[in-house]
């Protein structure tokens, strides 16, 4: 049986569908240059997290590569699964 009009879900949300200063596209009190910076942060961290737990996987032996340690700024630190977090 189908329905007979689907609903505009966006309504559901408080504010009656407005989406001004929520998510991305709001309005934003930073200037474009420290919009760029932390974007760029976030990225850089991103990347920093991916490097500790490939190294963290080639401490424990499921990887092999020498250059692992290179990549990774400071102690390294051992990554628990997402599962277990």
């Not at 329905?3 to 569908?17: D, E, K, V, W």
């Not at 963290?56 to 990554?79: M, N, T």
Request: net charge positive; no cysteine; aromatic share 6%.
């Amino acid at each position: 049986m189908a329905a007979p009009q689907i609903p505009n879900l966006s309504t559901f949300r408080r504010g009656q569908g407005s989406s001004i200063g929520r998510g991305r596209g709001g309005p934003s009190s930073l200037s474009d240059e420290d919009d760029k910076a932390t974007k760029d942060q976030i990225v850089q961290q991103t990347d920093q997290d991916a490097s500790v737990s490939r190294l963290s996987a080639v401490e424990l032996g499921y990887l092999i590569d020498p250059f692992a340690k290179r990549f990774v700024s400071g102690p390294s630190q051992r990554r628990f699964p997402i599962i277990n977090r």
